[in-house]
Nanobody
C-alpha cells in the first residue's frame, strides 16, 4: 500500500484546511486508516481513524468537534477536514494504514510522507 498526502499549507488560527490521502494498492476497506501528526520536538500523536467493517470513526479528544475524517472508497482517498484550527495544530500530518484500528502509531504498517500544516497569524 502506498499513501500520498496532500493539502497542507499555512492557515490562520480559526481557519480550515482539508487534507487528502490517496492510496494505491489494496482497497481501503482492507485496512483501518488513520491520521497522525507530529509537531517539532514532540512525539507523533493520534488524531483520527476510520474503519469500514464495521463502519466507525475515532477522534482524539483534542480534535473532537473540529476535525472530521471521511473517505471516497471509489477514489481510494481518505480526507481530514480540519476546522477551527489552533496554533497547536502546527505539525506534519501523516496518513497511515493498519490491519486494525489503534491510537498507537506503532500499530500502523504503512505511512505516507507527511504534509506540513502551519497555523499562524
Amino acid at each position: 500500500v502506498q499513501l500520498v498526502e496532500s493539502g497542507g499549507g499555512l492557515v490562520q488560527p480559526g481557519g480550515s484546511l482539508r487534507l487528502s490521502c490517496a492510496a494505491s494498492g489494496r482497497t481501503l476497506g482492507s485496512y483501518a486508516m488513520g491520521w497522525f501528526r507530529q509537531a517539532p520536538g514532540k512525539e507523533r500523536e493520534f488524531v483520527t481513524a476510520i474503519t469500514w467493517s464495521p463502519y466507525d470513526t475515532y477522534y482524539a479528544d483534542s480534535v473532537k468537534g473540529r476535525f472530521t475524517i471521511s473517505s471516497d472508497n471509489a477514489r481510494k482517498t481518505v480526507y481530514l477536514q480540519m476546522n477551527r484550527l489552533k496554533l497547536e495544530g502546527t505539525a506534519v500530518y501523516y496518513c497511515a494504514a493498519a490491519r486494525a484500528v489503534s491510537p498507537s502509531f506503532g500499530d500502523y504498517d504503512y505511512w505516507g510522507q507527511g504534509t506540513q500544516v502551519t497555523v499562524s497569524s
